[in-house]
């Protein structure tokens, strides 16, 4: 039997750039004081650095992800936003930490609709620049739970920026797509010779290395009031976009208490609105009324109630996701055992359902980075950080050497004034899912990936092979994947038995086969009989090119 193909193409970038599919995994990476596990080995040893020198997870996270800045560049950096999550062990609870920022307060939405004159170009350029949440939010993590002086947390990403690293083939490859549209200041740093740098070829940041150091002198301060601000500024002026001094000056980093189900005796935390991880916690709802061990790890059976469960959570995305402030998700409803089962009861276990929007569709960051660290006293960073898309919206304010993000084009803007239009003054939305789960009270598990649409899918497929299947960490982060996308097509990774495609085909899903979706990052916690931390377990994605350690 063939397959049934979509209509329509699905990009490959949903899922993030994944050079390598699924494959057999190895052991996790293990520790006993302390757990990195990142995009990139440079900045797992940047983490890891900072952990051997008495720092504890959150100020290992800082230096993570101003690494991941500086060897990452088209993914994250101070001028994104994010979602992150954190476990305190001092005070056993756990927190959502927004760096999303807020809308600039001059958007005009109508930018981005037709009639308007270049609407098209403007939802990547300069006026879908929102304001940067990054920086605000390491700082707001450090001052509250760090233990290091904070320029120490920027040491390791400095080094690597003022004295360079041999780019790898998925950098490398990212550059070369993207630098004809690179600013002429910017392609003299990814292209001194006049074409863009190769795998192998030392990526030297001079502006970014002084940038960072202005930051780590002078705290966020530096960068939302300073000169940094003042050269965003002139680039937005210069360029037509909405971000001012005022939205600068006007962000700041948000605590919120995270949303949270209980999932076959454990806890699962994600982050709470304005963050649309609610999604996936609706999903593992569902699929909790079911025997899923029973049904068989990827089989048919599995994957197809999967799959309609999924589908529904994208319906709820669509539907209810919106600002807390102004139209609140009913969460009351949507994570209740009573909704989960009246759900589930409407999935046709012999047949595929055609998906029918509730009338919205959006965007999602396609290019993202996750990362996790735990250190010895059990404290956990979970982080998502974006600049939206590849190397944001490709303006980088002259002698920074940080690129903007373009985090207004995964709005919606038709039609005009849905919940997640680009609302001038409102908080951005993300569809993050930064992930700790907590087993007898006690944090056991971190995780969560990258890959736009496909985040709050993966993520509830990583924690049912963690607690229904009892995979290893990295055996869970391995296993291959499914993911709804519009309009109806259910993508499967090429590991997938081509028997039990053609099966879920006879059942009427519409299937695309892809190499790989996502690039998570996990770790677990191993307890001793004393109630102790007794090690770390830690994975990589063997999609992605990141690296797992512990010490």
Same mark, same amino acid.
């Given at each position: 039997m063939?397959?049934?193909?979509?209509?329509?193409v699905?990009a490959?970038?949903?899922? +993030?750039?994944a050079?390598?599919?699924?494959?057999?995994?190895?052991?996790?990476?293990?520790?006993?004081?302390?757990?990195?596990?990142?995009?990139h080995p @440079?900045?797992?040893e940047a983490?890891?650095?900072?952990?051997?020198?008495g720092?504890?997870?959150?100020?290992? &996270?800082v230096a993570?992800?101003?690494?991941?800045?500086?060897?990452?560049?088209?993914?994250?950096?101070? =001028?994104?936003y994010?979602t992150?999550?954190?476990?305190?062990? $001092?005070s056993?609870?756990?927190w959502?930490?927004?760096p999303?920022?807020?809308?600039?307060?001059?958007?005009?939405?109508?930018a981005?609709?037709?009639?308007?004159?270049?609407?098209?170009?403007n939802r990547?350029?300069? /006026?879908?620049?929102s304001?940067?949440?990054?920086?605000?939010?390491?700082?707001?993590?450090?001052?509250?739970?760090g233990?290091?002086?904070?320029?120490?947390?920027f040491?390791?990403?400095?080094?690597?920026?003022?004295?360079?690293?041999?780019?790898?083939s998925?950098?490398a490859?990212l #550059?070369?797509?993207?630098?004809?549209?690179f600013?002429?200041?910017?392609?003299t740093?990814?292209? !001194?010779?006049?074409?863009?740098?190769?795998?192998?070829?030392? @990526?030297?940041?001079?502006?970014?290395a002084?940038?960072?150091?202005?930051?780590?002198?002078?705290g966020a301060a530096?960068?939302?009031?300073?000169?940094?601000?003042?050269?965003?500024?002139?680039?937005?002026?210069?360029?037509g976009g909405f971000?001012?001094?005022a939205?600068?000056?006007?962000?700041?980093a948000?605590?919120?208490?995270?949303? &949270?189900?209980?999932?076959?005796?454990?806890?699962?935390?994600? &982050?709470?609105?304005?963050?649309n991880?609610f999604?996936?916690?609706?999903?593992?709802?569902?699929?909790?009324?079911f %025997?899923v061990?029973?049904?068989g790890?990827?089989?048919?059976e599995?994957?197809?109630?999967f &799959?309609?469960?999924? $589908?529904?959570?994208?319906?709820?995305?669509?539907?209810?996701?919106?600002?807390?402030?102004v139209?609140?998700?009913?969460?009351d409803?949507?994570?209740?055992?009573?909704?989960?089962?009246?759900?589930?009861?409407?999935? %046709?276990?012999?047949?595929?359902?055609?998906?029918?929007?509730?009338?919205?569709?959006?965007?999602?960051?396609?290019?993202?980075?996750?990362? +996790?660290?735990?250190? /010895?006293d059990?404290?956990?960073?979970?982080?998502?950080?974006?600049?939206? =898309?590849?190397?944001?919206?490709? #303006?980088?304010?002259?002698?920074?050497?940080?690129? @903007?993000?373009?985090? @207004?084009?995964?709005?919606?803007?038709?039609p005009?004034?849905?919940?997640?239009?680009?609302?001038?003054?409102?908080?951005?939305?993300?569809?993050?899912?930064?992930?700790?789960i907590?087993?007898?009270?006690?944090p056991?598990a971190?995780l969560?990936?990258?890959?736009?649409?496909?985040?709050?899918?993966?993520v509830?497929?990583?924690?049912?092979?963690?607690?229904?299947?009892?995979?290893?960490?990295?055996?869970?982060?391995?296993? !291959?994947r499914?993911?709804?996308a519009?309009?109806?097509?259910?993508?499967?990774?090429?590991? #997938?038995?081509?028997?039990?495609?053609?099966?879920?085909?006879?059942?009427?899903?519409?299937?695309?086969?892809?190499?790989?979706?996502?690039?998570?990052?996990?770790?677990?916690?191993?307890?001793?009989? %004393?109630?102790?931390?007794?090690?770390?377990?830690?994975?990589?994605? !063997?999609?992605?090119?990141?690296r797992?350690?512990?010490f």
């Amino acid at each position: 039997m063939s397959l049934k193909l979509p209509a329509v193409v699905i990009a490959l970038g949903l899922a +993030v750039p994944a050079f390598h599919s699924a494959a057999q995994p190895g052991a996790p990476a293990a520790g006993r004081s302390g757990m990195v596990s990142s995009a990139h080995p @440079l900045a797992t040893e940047a983490g890891l650095k900072i952990l051997r020198s008495g720092g504890n997870a959150f100020d290992a &996270a800082v230096a993570v992800a101003a690494a991941l800045n500086v060897v990452e560049p088209e993914m994250s950096g101070m =001028g994104g936003y994010g979602t992150i999550l954190v476990y305190d062990a $001092k005070s056993k609870k756990t927190w959502f930490l927004n760096p999303s920022g807020r809308i600039p307060a001059a958007v005009d939405s109508d930018a981005f609709r037709a009639p308007t004159p270049g609407y098209v170009e403007n939802r990547r350029g300069a /006026k879908s620049v929102s304001t940067p949440g990054n920086v605000h939010a390491w700082e707001a993590m450090s001052r509250r739970h760090g233990r290091l002086k904070w320029s120490r947390l920027f040491e390791p990403a400095i080094d690597l920026a003022a004295n360079g690293f041999a780019l790898e083939s998925r950098e490398a490859d990212l #550059i070369a797509r993207g630098f004809a549209g690179f600013p002429e200041h910017a392609r003299t740093i990814y292209g !001194p010779h006049g074409k863009p740098l190769g795998a192998g070829e030392r @990526l030297v940041q001079t502006d970014l290395a002084r940038s960072l150091g202005l930051v780590a002198k002078g705290g966020a301060a530096a960068f939302y009031e300073g000169e940094l601000a003042g050269a965003i500024d002139g680039a937005m002026k210069e360029a037509g976009g909405f971000l001012s001094l005022a939205d600068l000056a006007r962000d700041e980093a948000e605590w919120r208490a995270p949303i &949270a189900i209980r999932y076959r005796g454990v806890d699962v935390l994600t &982050a709470s609105p304005p963050a649309n991880a609610f999604d996936y916690l609706v999903r593992l709802g569902l699929m909790q009324q079911f %025997d899923v061990r029973a049904l068989g790890h990827n089989s048919v059976e599995y994957l197809h109630r999967f &799959a309609e469960a999924t $589908k529904h959570g994208f319906w709820v995305r669509l539907r209810y996701a919106g600002d807390p402030d102004v139209a609140p998700p009913p969460l009351d409803r949507l994570l209740s055992a009573a909704y989960w089962k009246e759900q589930a009861a409407a999935i %046709d276990a012999a047949k595929a359902k055609p998906f029918v929007p509730p009338g919205v569709s959006g965007g999602a960051d396609r290019h993202t980075t996750h990362f +996790v660290v735990a250190d /010895k006293d059990g404290n956990i960073v979970s982080a998502t950080l974006t600049l939206g =898309g590849v190397f944001g919206s490709r #303006i980088m304010p002259r002698g920074t050497g940080i690129w @903007l993000n373009d985090s @207004l084009e995964f709005s919606t803007f038709e039609p005009k004034g849905n919940p997640m239009d680009a609302h001038a003054g409102r908080r951005k939305l993300s569809g993050d899912c930064p992930t700790i789960i907590l087993r007898n009270g006690r944090p056991w598990a971190a995780l969560g990936t990258p890959g736009g649409h496909t985040i709050g899918q993966t993520v509830p497929q990583i924690v049912m092979n963690l607690v229904d299947f009892g995979m290893d960490v990295q055996e869970a982060l391995a296993a !291959p994947r499914v993911s709804f996308a519009e309009p109806d097509v259910l993508m499967v990774e090429e590991a #997938i038995p081509v028997a039990v495609r053609t099966a879920l085909a006879s059942r009427g899903h519409n299937l695309r086969v892809t190499r790989g979706m996502g690039n998570a990052h996990a770790l677990t916690i191993e307890f001793g009989p %004393d109630g102790r931390i007794a090690g770390f377990k830690g994975a990589a994605d !063997p999609r992605g090119a990141g690296r797992a350690a512990g010490f």
